[in-house]
């Protein structure tokens, strides 16, 4: 495998919960879960460490990232802006093929929560963001927003699964697409802001949740 399928599948097993923060990634081990030397994995877990997923410490090794309540904090205070952003934008400019597709990830995660799935919700979940990050019109904005989504995955499945948020994650996805639809910017932006930022209860919450 090349460095870059390895990041990727790293990068997957970080967001998909398989590594969690502060977990610490053995590169001989990797080496053999992915049947190649130690220079991929090397240029693999630096590309990582690039991306904000991991830190590499000297003489100690590579770790998840584990981010402190002032670093988480002040991150989703900036994904909040950033994602409020793309959805004032969508309210303005976004196609019939962009609803489709936003119309389309939130109907699975109806079904998902139907199903009571939630790695399925947490995928379509995922779909739903990257959608309104699309429907935006900015790529610079979207690429902003898909590195920022990255690197806040672990933490954004973990409030996920803290009692009834995903029901009430669907029910905002609801408010967002109506605002999106009826090219109401400001209250799309202001919605996604809400839905996205942690705070009150919310943050307290999810604090407790990462405590070992």
């Known amino acids: 495998m090349t460095a870059q399928q390895i990041r990727?599948?790293?990068?997957?097993?970080?967001v998909d919960g398989r590594f969690v923060p502060g977990e610490k990634l053995d590169p001989e081990a990797l080496s053999v879960e992915f049947a190649c030397s130690r220079t991929p994995i090397r240029?693999?877990?630096?590309?990582?460490?690039?991306?904000?997923?991991v830190r590499i410490e000297p003489k100690r090794g590579t770790f998840v990232n584990e981010?402190?309540?002032?670093?988480?904090?002040?991150?989703?205070?900036?994904?909040?802006?950033?994602?409020?952003?793309?959805?004032?934008?969508?309210a303005r400019r976004s196609t019939r093929e962009d609803l489709d597709r936003i119309r389309a990830a939130q109907a699975a995660c109806v079904e998902a929560?139907?199903?009571?799935?939630?790695?399925?919700?947490?995928?379509?979940?995922?779909?739903?963001?990257?959608?309104?990050y699309a429907a935006s019109g900015?790529?610079?904005?979207?690429?902003?927003?898909?590195?920022?989504?990255?690197?806040?995955?672990?933490y954004r499945r973990r409030q996920l699964q803290l009692g009834g948020r995903m029901k009430r994650s669907l029910d905002e996805h609801q408010r967002i697409?109506?605002?999106?639809?009826?090219?109401?910017?400001?209250?799309?932006?202001?919605?996604m802001h809400a839905h996205v930022v942690i705070?009150?209860?919310?943050?307290?919450e999810l604090i407790a949740s990462l405590r070992p």
């Open 67 to 90: 981010l402190d309540v002032i670093e988480l904090t002040e991150r989703f205070e900036v994904m909040a802006e950033i994602e409020a952003m793309c959805a004032r934008l969508a």
């Open 113 to 132: 929560i139907k199903t009571g799935d939630g790695d399925a919700y947490y995928s379509q979940n995922t779909a739903f963001h990257q959608a309104i």
């Open 199 to 204: 705070q009150g209860d919310r943050f307290h």
């Open 138 to 154: 900015n790529r610079f904005l979207e690429s902003e927003a898909l590195r920022l989504q990255t690197m806040l995955q672990p």
């Open 177 to 191: 697409v109506a605002r999106i639809e009826a090219a109401d910017d400001g209250g799309a932006g202001a919605d």
């Open 43 to 53: 240029e693999a877990l630096q590309a990582l460490e690039a991306s904000g997923l």
């Open 8 to 14: 990727q599948a790293l990068e997957n097993a970080i």
